[in-house]
């Protein structure tokens, strides 16, 4: 082992340990303890586990948060793993909004603090501050979770209060927040237009923006470009429809969606369809 650079003993042989077997590695030394809370480790660990066989699920039950394995190699049954949390906060009383990277942002319900978590470290981090940033309703706000061209990880967070809409970027490399401009002349501030949680493809954060009960006519998707900042509008997948929703999910880093027509009750067709040249192409009939 002393042989070996550091970079290789960290990135290639590491990186590709189990997360539990990763935070025991914390202990070595304050050297391995301050590389491994890196991004650049985190990213290789992260990508090192997409790939495994023994992928895991974080579920959250009324009481508890638990780790669960779904090795699809191996498909016995393998006991769950508590997840303890650093911050007070009962499981009943955090809504999960994004993931990136292992790392969750979470609201806390009871304060409606936006809190940046990552269960492996168990390292987090309080976003909000005396300037009323970083405080998140669930029933109105947006929000998504990036990386920009700087490697810096960002929180977006979609406000919408009384009317208005204000757009904020917290920044974890400043550990600030700013704001950015919206659409001119977009009525999507309003209440009666509900958005819908971020998917992260291809250098954008989309959602997808319902308004009243989902006439087709009344949905579209946002696009935000994580690098330059800016948003801009793509039309809904061509159906017409008195009921009509849309879900959106990053395929091998395509955007896709799938279309349900037809209400809760009585779901007449749902279609998946995938955006290509800032076109959506029909696809499968499910």
Not at 138 to 164: E, Q, W
């Amino acid at each position: 082992m002393s042989c070996l650079p550091f970079l290789v003993v960290m990135l290639d042989i590491i990186a590709r340990l189990p997360p539990k077997n990763v935070a025991q590695c914390k202990l070595v030394c304050k050297e391995w303890l301050d590389f491994i809370l890196e991004r650049k480790f985190v990213r290789a660990h992260c990508h090192y586990m997409r790939a495994s066989a023994d992928q895991k699920l974080l579920m959250v039950g009324w009481k508890t948060i638990e780790v669960h394995s779904l090795n699809y190699k191996s498909p016995g049954f393998i006991l769950p793993r508590g997840v303890a949390r650093p911050f007070y906060a009962h499981p009943s009383r955090m809504f999960f909004l994004a993931s990136l990277d292992g790392m969750l942002c979470v609201c806390l319900q009871n304060t409606c603090e936006l809190v940046v978590w990552n269960p492996l470290t168990t390292k987090f981090k309080k976003l909000a501050n005396s300037n009323l940033q970083g405080f998140y309703k669930v029933d109105s706000d947006a929000l998504g979770f990036f990386v920009d061209s700087s490697d810096d990880y960002n929180i977006l967070h979609i406000k919408r209060r009384r009317g208005t809409m204000t757009v904020y970027i917290y920044s974890m490399e400043l550990n600030s927040w700013s704001t950015v401009r919206f659409l001119k002349h977009r009525p999507y501030h309003h209440y009666t237009y509900l958005w819908s949680p971020a998917t992260l493809c291809g250098g954008g954060l989309y959602f997808v923006v319902t308004q009243c009960r989902g006439r087709s006519d009344g949905l579209t998707v946002i696009r935000f470009d994580v690098n330059s900042k800016s948003f801009s509008e793509l039309c809904f997948p061509n159906v017409y429809d008195d009921e009509v929703s849309g879900s959106l999910v990053n395929i091998n880093e395509e955007l896709h969606m799938y279309v349900c027509i037809g209400n809760y009750d009585y779901r007449r067709e749902i279609v998946l369809w995938r955006l290509k040249n800032k076109s959506w192409m029909k696809g499968h009939v499910l």
